[in-house]
């Protein structure tokens, strides 16, 4: 039974593959992964393998934990997380699909690349403040005490921030603020976000996106 599936996958991605011509870059990704059908379309803004695409403030999604990105398309989906662009493809697809690519783009590696150039010096010593020890008189605890060391994520608890593009990290944050993205459970990053001002997001941002994922 299983094998039939797999073999019937496969087919669906040769058929795929030839639908989107053979010098399309979709077509080499689709060939060499196997990306179940739903997630190929994603390819177009996050990139080959997930890794994201700044230039339409796509954020990398590869290796963000299943639950994460399984919970974002359905913030998506409801409203919870304003986006014009996410609302409409998550929205048209079912629970199981979100499951299904879900679990791809948590399965593939995190891309090791930084993002940003190295910040000013007075940037990156308060973007790091911010990140690894907080601000007690701004009662901002370290960001990277629910991401994780060096903000790589904590599955089930927060995603990564490193390595992402500080505009995209920046966008999040002003969301928050403005209350178009309103999905962190028991207000979180709701309350986080309104104790920080714009050199704040602009030094912490830049310190994330500045960093390398090694992650374990
Ligand atoms: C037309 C471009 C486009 C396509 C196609 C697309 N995305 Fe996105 N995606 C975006 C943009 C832009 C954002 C950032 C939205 C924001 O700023 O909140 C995003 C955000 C996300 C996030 C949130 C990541 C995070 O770190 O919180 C997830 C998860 C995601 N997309 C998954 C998918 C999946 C799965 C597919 C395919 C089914 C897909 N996307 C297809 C453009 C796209
Ligand atoms: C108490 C735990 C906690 C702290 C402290 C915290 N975060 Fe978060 N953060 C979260 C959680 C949980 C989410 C995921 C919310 C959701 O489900 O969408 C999140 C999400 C984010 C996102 C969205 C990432 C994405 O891929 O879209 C950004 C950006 C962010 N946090 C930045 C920060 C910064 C900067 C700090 C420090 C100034 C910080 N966080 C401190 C828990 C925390």
Known sequence: MTRINTHGWIVGLAILAAAYGADSPLAGAAATKAAPPGAVPCQACHGAHGEGMATVNAPSIAGQAAHYIQKQLRDFASGARENLVMGGIAKSLSDADRAKVAAYYASLP???????ATPASAVAARGRQLAVEGVEAK???ACNNCHGPEGSGVPLSAPYL???????????????????????????????????????????????????????
């Open 139 to 141: 009662h901002v605890q």
């Open 110 to 116: 995190v891309p090791a690349v930084a993002h940003g």
């Open 162 to 216: 490193a390595g992402q593009a500080a505009s995209y990290l920046a966008n999040q944050l002003k969301s928050w603020q403005r209350g178009t993205r309103k999905n962190d459970a028991g207000n979180l990053m709701t309350s986080v976000a309104a104790r920080l001002d714009d050199t704040d997001i602009e030094a912490v941002t830049a310190y994330y996106a500045s960093l390398g994922l090694t992650l374990p």
